[in-house]
Structures are given as C-alpha cells and as structure tokens.
Nanobody, 123 residues
Framework: QVQLVESGGGLVQAGGSLRLSCAAS????????MGWFRQAPGKQRDFVAA????????YYADSVKGRFTISRDNAKNTVYLQMNSLKPEDTAVYYC????????????????WGQGTQVTVSS
C-alpha cells in the first residue's frame, strides 16, 4: 500500500503560479512512477503529467506543456507539480497517483490515489 497526500492548492489569479506537493508513505516510493491528474466539476479525470521512478523522464498533456513541470525527490518521498502561467481553465481538483507498473496516461494505469487538492484560477 502507498498513501498519498497532496498539498499546495489554493486560489490564484490568472498568470500566477502554484506548486503542488504529494507526500508518499508506505511502500518504497522510488519504485513507483508518479502522475498528476485533474478533474473539473462535471468532467472526467484527465492526465496532466507523469514522471518515471528515476525522475529523468517526464510526460505532459499538451494543454500544460511549457507551463507545468513535474519533479520528484525520492529521498523525501515527494513529487511536485510546479504550475506557472496559470489559466482559468486550469481550475480543477488535482490528484497525484502512483503506479507500480510504470508510466501511464490513463486513470486505470494507477493503483494509488491521493484525496486531491483544489486549484482555482480567477480571471
């Protein structure tokens, strides 16, 4: 089992920045690929970014490429999502997730999920 707890969400104006953190506990964090997803009200949960266990390979949704950066610190059992140039359409609950099977871009590729953190971007 892996327990995940997100933090760092909040209210920010368009063009601003936030950094989300996801603290992991339980099994060896460094064995897992990690991902960030988001879900806006009434919409499905969508892929945002993912990072391999080494931290050297990352993937991004086209909608956030160039604005968001995913990173991880295996010594601290934490994965981060730096979000810059935020837009109102980035408003959503953001979830981190862990996959023992490697990188994935779909919800069902991940076995463990956090409770989510709200990000609201005002125009």
């Amino acid at each position: 089992q892996v327990q995940l707890v997100e933090s760092g969400g909040g209210l920010v104006q368009a063009g601003g920045s936030l950094r989300l953190s996801c603290a992991a506990s339980g099994r060896t964090f460094s064995n897992y690929a990690m991902g960030w997803f988001r879900q806006a009200p009434g919409k499905q949960r969508d892929f945002v970014a993912a990072i391999r266990w080494t931290g050297r390979i990352t993937y991004y949704a086209d909608s956030v490429k160039g604005r968001f950066t995913i990173s991880r610190d295996n010594a601290k059992n934490t994965v981060y999502l730096q979000m810059n140039s935020l837009k109102p359409e980035d408003t959503a609950v953001y979830y981190c997730a862990a996959s023992p099977g490697g990188i994935g871009f779909r919800v069902y590729d991940y076995d463990y999920w956090g409770q989510g953190t709200q990000v609201t971007v005002s125009s």
